[in-house]
């Protein structure tokens, strides 16, 4: 399908762009005010903020350069 994005930067700006509308929706009707709410939105970032974390450590680092074709950047 074309609106299901297949890369991780597509995946990433819907959440954001789902997220954002949603705090717009919620500031609209006025339900951010609500304990339970508040509790959940803290839950929810904990939670984003653990798999972040996850996800930083798991991370490679990558080389931009090829070891065996060197180029000559003198110029």
């Known amino acids: 399908m074309k609106f299901i994005p297949k890369t991780k930067d597509g995946i990433a ?3 954001v762009s789902i997220i954002a509308f949603s705090f717009f929706i919620a500031g609209i009707f006025d339900i951010l005010n609500n ?4 509790l959940l939105i803290f839950l929810l970032f904990g939670c984003l903020l653990a798999v972040a974390i996850g996800y930083a450590f798991k991370n490679e680092h990558k080389k931009n350069r090829l070891e065996d074709k060197l180029q000559d950047d003198s110029h």
């Not at 304990?35 to 508040?38: A, E, T």
């Open 13 to 15: 700006l819907t959440c």
């Open 35 to 38: 304990f339970i709410v508040q």
